[in-house]
């Protein structure tokens, strides 16, 4: 008799719960919902609470307190009324946004003495939580093993969406998502509810939030002040609204009481947030084309577009802020690829998963996953080149601004002219005119000239012929070089000049025709973007999904087969951008023979770095002079030499992503010491193999953050608002 995939799912979830209980400390991301069946765990590590305290449906839990700000970082209440800490790299964007020459926020830092200099910011969401709940047997409801997977698909998907529908009608403002965990075999509900109306508080200037720069970045010792202040209003029933000057401060059901007793080696910590990604039980070959071909690649490309950004950006204070975010964002996976590249290797871990490949396929012959991870690896080399040459559109074709901006301007304009509605041509032109001061502001056309060469040089030399794309074999032949091709596509461009630009649309809306608008829609950085997407579309990406399609399948049986072939081993799902507890201790390492770090830094290691002659290492006049005067206040404790100092940055076990960044990093009675900002370099293989020797996460003690917004910035009202516990 036909197993229906109900009976196997429940098999399933039972094996999940087994794996799920004998999971350790230090690696793991778990979900809330379940964490009961750690608790007695987190408890024997010192955590002082109950479960109900960390996730609860029928009452205020820390869950309440921890929100997903943006699409990519995590935040934290910490006042009664609505205001929130996340990093300052995670609200970068909005203060770049509020800077100008004239009010250098970015520099300078902000803050907002009272409720009405409150900065909002249009598009910002920050989301709460409402609960999480398991729907596996509802998501394959009438789903049966003899079914196709385009059939299985079918069914999940209008489940899934019966399950949202009913989600999201339950109240105001709330969105839902079912999300996959396990490669499938297992899917969860998410609900959450989203607020809309977010300003900025306060922001230090970046010699704090950016202290260290890309130098620093991923690395430790750290002495980052990383955080920025938002504000959640709601309407005058605490539901979210859109921005109204009427709207109020959000009263949460839960907000963080901030610790004062600090941190030492040892202590229990947990982060509470959102990684974003993490590809824990991938196939060996998987993880030796990320070390081996990926990553390599990808650096080499982002070095030389980060060079070009970095000279212009220091010869010139508007250059630098036009460009500061973009350089960050360039930065950041940059350097965090190489700690990948160089942490997978020096575990050996490729060979080390084809050892357990090895020993997988001699337990499972005469089962149904005899030879999934030969068919694994035969997929993942048929990939490879379609990977590769996707690699290469991302980071060099794509990453072009004036194309990217031509392009969809273009689309939008051609979407307008089709359109015989007025307000579908009047809400057109608005946002184009949207569009366009959005993109001169931060542009900066040598910048983008010479990366094109760049990085279109370095695409002709490396991709191989077969799949680069007719239209640039064809120009690279008519023209001989990336730079002379440049000098055309950019010197013939419209879009390269804004008032050439607005001069078209001008004269095109006086005469009432799109005569004119042709020269836009056929403009040579139209072109230029729109053949590489044709490319992409047509050739690369169809073979990338069928591939990737197969090989995911392939892992929803390699997944349940890990299970049953090691039932004792420590399973937790993949990171998804959904809401994770991780737990561990403060805790130093040793990178290298003869080195340890320790766990904790503080002023005195700003202090030593600073350097006025280093952008990244200027550290503001103000934190010199409280630091020769000693005028630490409340927040100064006793340092290592007896005396006194400011605790800065902490690093401690718990395993983190990005997505974490914003975190709260909170201590064995689940108040606030910290907030997550980064990891080790050491440990940035931690998305694919965790190490327990060097996987550290990076975070700011809140006491700095106290201090800054104290003795720095003179906001101590914003402090007046917080609970704390001595």
Request: net charge negative; hydrophobic share 35%; aromatic share 12%.
């Amino acid at each position: 008799m036909m197993k229906t995939y109900r009976t196997i799912a429940a098999a399933a979830s039972v094996m999940l719960s087994a794996a799920f209980f004998n999971a350790s400390a230090d690696e793991g991301m778990w979900l809330p919902a379940l964490i009961s069946e750690r608790i007695g765990d987190m408890q024997e590590k010192g955590f002082r609470l109950e479960a109900e305290d960390i996730y609860s449906i029928n009452r205020a839990s820390l869950k309440d307190a921890v929100v997903l700000f943006g699409r990519g970082c995590t935040g934290e209440l910490i006042s009664a009324e609505g205001l929130l800490l996340t990093n300052h790299h995670c609200g970068y964007a909005q203060i770049q946004k509020h800077s100008s020459v004239e009010h250098d926020y970015l520099k300078d830092g902000f803050w907002a003495m009272s409720r009405s200099e409150e900065l909002p910011n249009e598009g910002l969401t920050v989301s709460f939580l409402d609960r999480m709940e398991d729907v596996t047997d509802a998501v394959l409801a009438g789903y049966s093993e003899g079914m196709d997977e385009m059939q299985r698909d079918s069914i999940v998907k209008a489940n899934s969406k019966i399950l949202i529908d009913k989600a999201v009608s339950e109240g105001k403002g709330l969105e839902a998502d079912v999300e996959a965990l396990y490669y499938g075999n297992q899917y969860f509900l998410f609900v959450y509810r989203v607020f809309r109306d977010i300003r900025l508080v306060g922001a230090p200037p970046s010699s704090i939030g950016k202290f260290g720069g890309d130098t620093d970045n991923w690395m430790w010792p750290r002495h980052t002040g990383d955080f920025s202040i938002f504000r959640i209003y709601a309407d005058k029933d605490n539901n979210p609204a859109e921005y109204s000057e009427s709207n109020v401060p959000y009263t949460p059901r839960k907000y963080f009481r901030i610790s004062l007793k600090g941190v030492k080696e040892g202590d229990f910590t947990f982060v509470y947030g959102y990684p974003g990604s993490t590809r824990e039980y991938i196939l060996s070959e998987g993880v030796r084309y990320i070390s081996e071909i990926s990553d390599p690649h990808k650096i080499g490309l982002r070095s030389l577009r980060l060079d070009i950004q970095d000279r212009y950006m220091s010869q010139s204070q508007a250059v630098r802020i036009q460009y500061s975010s973009k350089n960050a964002g360039v930065a950041n996976s940059w350097k965090k690829w190489q700690g990948e590249m160089r942490g997978i290797r020096k575990m050996d871990t490729v060979e080390k998963k084809r050892e357990y490949e090895k020993r997988f396929e001699a337990w499972a012959a005469g089962t149904e996953y005899e030879g999934i991870t030969d068919r694994l690896d035969s997929l993942y080399r048929l990939l490879e080149p379609y990977s590769y040459a996707a690699d290469y559109y991302n980071e060099t074709a794509r990453t072009v601004e004036l194309s990217r901006f031509a392009t969809g301007y273009a689309d939008i304009l051609h979407g307008a002219m089709l359109s015989a509605r007025d307000t579908a041509v009047d809400k057109a032109a608005m946002e184009l005119e949207r569009l366009a001061e959005a993109f001169y502001k931060d542009y900066f056309l040598p910048i983008d000239k010479e990366s094109f060469i760049a990085v279109m040089d370095r695409f002709d030399r490396n991709v191989p012929a077969g799949f680069k794309p007719e239209y640039f074999v064809r120009n690279m032949s008519r023209y001989g070089t990336a730079e002379i091709w440049a000098d055309s596509l950019f010197g013939n461009s419209v879009f390269a000049d804004s008032s050439a630009l607005a001069g078209i649309v001008t004269a095109a809306g006086e005469t009432g025709t799109g005569a004119d608008i042709t020269v836009l829609t056929d403009d040579p950085a139209v072109e230029f973007g729109r053949a590489f997407d044709e490319w992409y579309r047509e050739d690369i990406l169809p073979v990338r999904r069928r591939l990737s399609r197969e090989i995911t399948l392939l892992y929803r049986d390699y997944m349940k087969g890990q299970m049953e072939f090691e039932p004792g081993k420590e399973f937790y799902p993949d990171a998804n951008l959904t809401l994770r507890v991780a737990y561990g201790s403060v805790r130093g390492y040793s990178p290298a023979d003869g080195t340890y770090y320790l766990p904790s830094s503080t002023i005195e290691g700003i202090m030593q770095k600073d350097n006025p002659e280093i952008f990244d290492y200027d550290v503001p006049e103000r934190l010199r002079e409280i630091y020769r005067t000693k005028d630490y206040g409340r927040w100064g404790i006793s340092g290592a030499d007896g005396g006194e100092t400011v605790p800065v940055c902490f690093i401690a076990t718990n395993h983190t992503s990005g997505g974490n960044s914003g975190s709260p990093v909170i201590n064995a009675d689940g108040d606030l010491i910290g907030i997550n900002f980064d990891r080790v370099w050491e440990g940035t293989m931690s998305d694919i193999v965790f190490d327990p020797d060097l996987c550290r996460n990076i975070a700011l003690d809140i006491r700095y953050v106290l201090f800054v917004i104290d003795k720095v910035a003179g906001a101590s009202h914003l402090i007046d608002e917080m609970s704390f516990s001595e």
